[in-house]
């Protein structure tokens, strides 16, 4: 890495390697193993939000690190995945989490959009972190494209 563009770009391209694989690949695939009993998937899948948002955190906190090392940022495009963690992460996996403690318990919690919701906003931080490193790699004088 030559820059901190450069390592910017690179922590938000892990990032969002985490999300995609945390999130967005191991999450459904639990739930196709026909032997995990619901129960088990709702109770490994908490670990694995924990700790899928232990790693975005030091991530979000690394990204937001070396951008402040930046010479020039656009914080209106670099912004966006890092509010959009932060949503996910203060307002939304609390709840998820509540009504997944209520499902393990036995209780019935009703139709909901949360997990919608999540998901929703989980592939627009994908995104928002790709377009990120994108609009950075153009916007980086120094950065070498062929």
């Known amino acids: 890495m030559k820059t901190s563009s450069d390592l ?21 695939a639990k739930f196709q193993a026909p032997s ?17 948002g232990i790693g975005e955190w030091i991530l979000c906190a690394a ?35 509540a009504r997944t403690v209520q499902v393990i318990a036995g209780q019935d919690v009703g139709q909901s959009y949360l997990h919608l919701i999540y998901i929703g906003t989980e592939i627009l931080k994908v995104g928002a972190l790709l377009a990120a490193t994108f609009l950075m790699a153009r916007s980086d004088p120094s950065s070498t494209r062929p």
């Open 8 to 28: 910017s770009r690179g922590i938000a391209l892990v990032w969002a390697g985490v999300a995609i694989g945390g999130s967005l690949i191991a999450t459904p």
């Open 36 to 52: 995990l009993s619901m129960t088990t998937a709702l109770e490994v899948g908490r670990a694995q939000f924990f700790w899928v």
């Open 63 to 97: 990204f937001v690190g070396a951008l402040l090392r930046c010479r020039r940022v656009d914080w209106r495009i670099a912004s966006v995945p890092v509010l959009i963690f932060l949503s996910q992460r203060l307002l939304l996996m609390p709840k998820l989490d």
